[in-house]
């Protein structure tokens, strides 16, 4: 056992004036960060929406809460990933650095702007979106833990009315034993569209902990097709915040299988600056052996007339543990709202269990608002069926699985990005033991 | 190619089938009538196989073989195919999916060459065309918001493509309009050859008008009690199942 709250303080403490920013507004809100999470903790089960992810256990017992020995080992290329067969641009990060030799950028149009956060920080569209967010997520203090260490991350900016034809994928490797805290800045301007790939997975290591905050800014009319694929060792613990906020009617489509990780937490809060908004989070999630997932979205409807939809799949084998915390919040405001929170998960062994708490909490009285939850099994009959035309029994489950998961990643706008992560799903299940 | 030897079944420990025995050969058509709860759909998952149907007493052979120590895709591997009364629906299956990997599966288990794509999709265009089953259906979640009828035809295409050499079919009839029956019965008999024998569970004579069987079986509480031709059928038709009671 290991205090970490107590390491990340003496990592602090070490790296504050090596740290970007040290002497400015950044290192202000840096010992902000860290004077509120002194005081508040890592988040543990007391808390009501960590109620089912003890985190602060997982890292004082894991011991990963120290910075890692390098920056980013050794490592000739970025092996085989989610979105290899996309021709996307590539930002490759190893531990939370960027590392651009592994990068591939060239040919970048002037629409996109594309930068290591370490050399941006003090730009004021990034200094605007880290300020907004803090204040947005103060209370969390994975966020804060965050702030108070990273270093780099992506800063993108789509421009004005520009239409990015080419993927950018963000690949997030970790290389060495130890913690990194990585913080991306997306921000797309009035009328811009793109599509951004995220995917975390291990070069080489299991006992790391990943710390990413993720700044989403959807201007007015912009569209953002955002396509997660977590990857992260099955021993690893990840948090993944993201803070998401959309302009007038602003589009922000995000999609995620998660596979990875030993604990991961992967949260949303989306927030709505100006009518017409639309956010859809389509999550599906395949875990097994001791894995715990824990996804929470919050979806703050402040003003009328937005629309959200939050579709959460999870098939569990093993030993795993789900976890589905979706909170609507419609306030006085927020007439015309449309919301919805959907969460389907299914059990494959005696062992496996799921936590669904989809909640709606509406103050608004002309709104369209659904929530529901089911966990249940594989059907039997469903089975009998298939065999009975000559599938055997593993294929037939195998089917079906593939299916439920299907149904989410149907919903991914980028046909080649939907079809990279169908066909992960479906080895997914062949994959056991 | 079918022979039933005495068997006794139970479904959770309540004895249902109590004592059956039937024969039936290649080119045969059997209806196998009776009312609700004289055991007719238990025949037909003893057939092919389905968990918590237990056999407790007597043998099935097919084609030479004990067909009870086979397992459910085995047995639709060796050519049994069991409609349903109720198709499953699959959600995130769709039609073409499934057919393709049942078909392949089956080619496989007979060491068979599968097929590809192309000449999957050509044979399946094929044998759909009669059945009234257009590419949108074909292309849809299986059985998914599918209509009484499309179920059924739906079934039939599964077994025109299957080509097996014993057809079970539960109550193929139940649910459908006359148009349908007709278009169902169709499926059936351009389906029959001197290979292949169909069974017929049926709780009405009017699936006979259209498809002609060469035996007829009443089957109450569990037992054969009576068999005979065609003329059985019409007969029942007239005096229902009341005089049939053990």
Redesign the interface.
């Known amino acids: 056992m290991a205090d970490a709250l107590r390491i990340f303080s003496e990592v602090y403490e070490r790296e504050r004036a090596a740290l970007p920013g040290a002497q400015g507004w950044l290192g202000e809100l840096r010992a902000k960060a860290v004077a509120s999470l002194r005081e508040s903790g890592l988040p543990h089960r007391r808390l009501e929406t960590w109620r089912y992810t003890d985190l602060r256990r997982a890292l004082d017992q894991s011991g990963f809460a120290e910075a890692p020995a390098h920056r980013g080992a050794v490592l000739k290329d970025a092996a085989a990933h989610a979105f290899d067969g996309i021709d996307a641009y590539t930002m490759v990060f190893v531990n939370g650095h960027f590392r651009p030799e592994l990068s591939a950028l060239a040919g970048l149009p002037l629409g996109m702007e594309v930068f290591s956060l370490k050399d941006v920080w003090d730009v004021h569209w990034v200094r605007a979106a880290v300020e907004t967010s803090q204040q947005r997520l103060n209370a969390e203090s994975a966020v804060s833990l965050n702030l108070a260490l990273a270093h780099d991350g992506a800063a993108i900016r789509i421009g004005r009315n520009w239409n990015a034809q080419k993927a950018l994928h963000l690949l997030h490797l970790s290389s060495d034993k130890g913690a990194s805290h990585l913080r991306n800045v997306i921000m797309l301007e009035e009328g811009a569209e793109a599509a951004i790939f995220e995917t975390h997975a291990s070069a080489g290591v299991d006992d790391y902990f990943s710390n990413l905050v993720t700044h989403i800014d959807v201007g007015p009319n912009a569209k953002l097709t955002h396509v997660v694929f977590q990857g992260a060792s099955r021993k690893s613990v990840l948090v993944s915040s993201s803070d998401i906020r959309l302009g007038r009617d602003a589009r922000y489509a995000g999609n995620s299988l998660s596979v990875g990780a030993g604990l991961a937490r992967e949260q949303s809060f989306v927030s709505f600056a100006d009518k017409g908004g639309e956010a859809d989070i389509n999550v599906a999630a395949a875990l097994r052996g001791t894995q715990h997932g824990d996804r929470y979205c919050f979806v703050d409807h402040e003003v009328p007339g937005c629309r959200s939809s939050v579709f959460f799949r999870a098939v569990l084998d093993g030993d795993a543990e789900g976890v589905f915390q979706g909170h609507a919040l419609v306030r006085e405001n927020a007439q015309k709202t449309d919301a919805r929170q959907l969460a389907n998960a299914l059990l494959l062994s005696r062992g496996a269990s799921m936590n669904a708490k989809p909640e709606l909490e509406i103050y608004a009285d002309d709104v369209q608002c659904a929530h529901g939850a089911t966990i249940g099994e594989l ?4 089975i ?10 593993r ?1 037939a489950r195998g ?2 699985v ?3 998961l ?2 989410v990643l149907e919903r991914i706008p980028h046909e080649k990005a939907r079809d990279s992560l169908k066909q992960i799903a479906q080895r997914w299940f062949g994959e056991a033991a | 190619m079918l022979e039933i030897e005495n068997l006794h079944a139970s479904v959770g420990g309540k004895e249902i089938l109590k004592g059956i025995s039937l024969t039936v050969k290649a080119g045969e058509v059997h209806a196998v009538m009776g009312p609700n709860g004289s055991g007719k759909s238990t025949l037909s998952y003893v057939l092919a196989g389905r968990a918590g149907y237990e056999v407790t007493q007597g043998s099935i052979r097919y084609q030479g073989k004990d067909l009870l120590s086979m397992n459910v895709e085995e047995r639709a591997s060796a050519g049994i195919f069991l409609g349903f009364q109720y198709p499953i629906e699959i959600p995130g299956v769709t039609s073409v999916t499934f057919l393709k990997a049942a078909l392949n599966a089956q080619h496989k288990a007979r060491g068979e060459e599968e097929l590809d794509a192309v000449r999957f999709l050509k044979l399946v265009r094929e044998k759909a065309r009669p059945l009234n089953i257009s590419d949108d259906m074909l292309k849809r979640a299986l059985n998914v918001g599918f209509s009484g009828g499309e179920k059924k035809r739906a079934e039939i295409l599964q077994m025109s493509l299957l080509e097996p050499s014993l057809a079970v079919l539960d109550e193929t009839d139940s649910g459908l309009d006359i148009d349908a029956l007709k278009v169902v019965a169709e499926g059936v008999n351009a389906l029959r050859s001197p290979e292949r024998a169909f069974i017929l569970i049926t709780h009405y004579q009017r699936l006979l008008d259209y498809i002609v069987p060469d035996r007829v079986h009443v089957l109450s509480q569990g037992r054969i009690m009576r068999s005979g031709g065609k003329e059985l059928a019409l007969e029942l038709e007239q005096t229902g199942y009341a005089g049939f009671a053990a």
């Open positions: 059907s039997e009959q469903s009998f069926y298939l065999r009975s035309r000559g599938i055997d029994e294929t089917l079906l593939t299916a439920f299907d149904e």
